[in-house]
């Protein structure tokens, strides 16, 4: 496995990159027989230590956990102890994920998109109040006001419908159930994930909802 220990204002030795290490190969020994990528970061947060584990599976597959203590070590117990839970959960699954890991003759089922990460739409520029038009008598009329120069002499550019592209990356879309997307997205501590329902072909989303619960939006019923 290739792990990657980074540490934001927090030392990172030996002895706790020996610690990840065992840590992650106790985790993940009984679903993963493959390669794995993990990244490690730790950070402080006043005085409670923070650690949040990435790994990559293979196949689209990542798993997340986050934890906090007292240390660099007993945080990262904790976020390796929520990854481990999640795995027990989904254990049947891991095993046909693995399987199929190993199984070089399944085709590809994943298509390539793009994402986006766009900034927030700037405020929109408050009107100017007209003090006359605010003391004229009802049923006054005084005509149409005129239109304001354009700035610079320019007529003024159209503004686009979302904000600036901060940052754009591929990312796949895979075929997939229903159940193992709600896996995935579990797993990854993902907020969304769209992908290609495997029984109609057609695109799908799963999310988390704010009362805690999975959304899924299936399109064939539209």
């Avoid at 798993?63 to 989904?90: M, N, Q, T, V």
């Avoid at 999975?214 to 019923?221: F, K, L, N, R």
């Amino acid at each position: 496995m290739h792990i990657v220990v980074a540490g934001k204002q927090v030392e990172t030795g030996e002895a706790l990159k020996v610690h990840v290490a065992e840590g992650l190969k106790t985790v993940t020994k009984k679903y993963f027989d493959h390669a794995l990528e993990a990244s490690v970061t730790f950070s402080k947060n006043r005085a409670f230590f923070a650690c949040a584990i990435d790994i990559h599976a293979g196949r689209g597959l990542s798993l997340r956990g986050e934890g906090e203590g007292p240390d660099a070590h007993r945080a990262f117990d904790e976020a390796a102890s929520h990854i481990a839970k999640r795995l027990r959960r989904y254990r049947r699954r891991m095993n046909e994920h693995s399987r199929n890991l190993a199984d070089e003759r399944l085709p590809p089922s994943a298509e390539t998109a793009r994402q986006v990460v766009l900034a927030p739409l700037p405020d929109e520029p408050d009107e100017a109040v007209d003090a006359a038009a605010l003391l004229e008598e009802p049923g006054e009329d005084r005509g149409a006001p005129e239109a304001a120069p354009p700035a610079n002499g320019h007529a003024q550019s159209i503004q686009t419908d979302h904000g600036a592209i901060i940052a754009e990356s591929p990312t796949q879309i895979t075929r997939l159930s229903v159940s193992e997307a709600v896996m995935r997205l579990d797993l990854g501590q993902e907020p969304v994930m769209m992908f290609r329902n495997q029984s109609s072909g057609a695109l799908n989303v799963v999310y988390r909802r704010a009362d805690g619960h999975i959304g899924w939006i299936d399109t064939t019923a539209a």
